[in-house]
């Protein structure tokens, strides 16, 4: 960061978190999917899409060193890809979550809105048991900014080396 401040803001290491969590899990999935797929030109969006995805990781993971009291360890092992797998299911969480809730704004018919609503209120329920799966376990420790940035960093490079 060459000519800037000599860190990164908060706000923006959160953003750099969540999109890193998000894409591994995305990336963990996609590679685990392309042998099976039989269709040529759909393995070859699958191959374009892990592709894509391993250079933003690449290029994200650069800006780590830069977050806010990144210490420089690693964070302790857990089995396989339990970390990313959980974060692939956290974020399909998170995204149903929005998704719902920009749906609500542009209904109009009210026996839908009832049940984008009822649906809603199941997604926020269904993050709430992901999220506190992975907390207990030490796999999304919200409230430790370093061990949440190197588990990140971790999760990405097993999914890069898969």
């Known amino acids: 960061m060459q000519g800037s401040t000599p860190h990164l803001a908060w706000h923006e290491t959160m953003e750099l978190h969540e999109l890193v969590a998000f894409q591994t899990g995305q990336l963990v999935a996609f590679k685990k999917k392309l042998p099976s797929l039989q269709d040529p030109e759909l393995q070859g969006l699958y191959a374009e899409a892990i592709r894509s995805i391993e250079s933003n990781l690449r290029q994200l993971l650069q800006f780590y060193p830069y977050a806010p009291g990144m210490e420089r360890h ?54 709430a048991k992901v999220f506190n799966f992975m907390l207990v376990r030490g796999l999304y420790p919200a409230y430790n900014l370093d061990q949440l940035l190197a588990g990140d960093v971790k999760n990405a490079a097993q999914a ?3």
Not at 76 to 94: C, D, M, R, V
Not at 113 to 124: G, N, P
């Open 74 to 127: 690693a964070p302790a092992g857990h089995p396989e890809l339990i970390g990313a797998e959980s974060a692939q299911l956290l974020g399909f969480a998170k995204t149903a979550v929005r998704n719902y809730s920009i749906a609500i704004t542009e209904t109009a018919t009210p026996e839908l809105r009832c049940v984008f609503v009822a649906h809603l209120m199941q997604a926020i329920e269904f993050h």
């Open 160 to 162: 890069l080396a898969l």
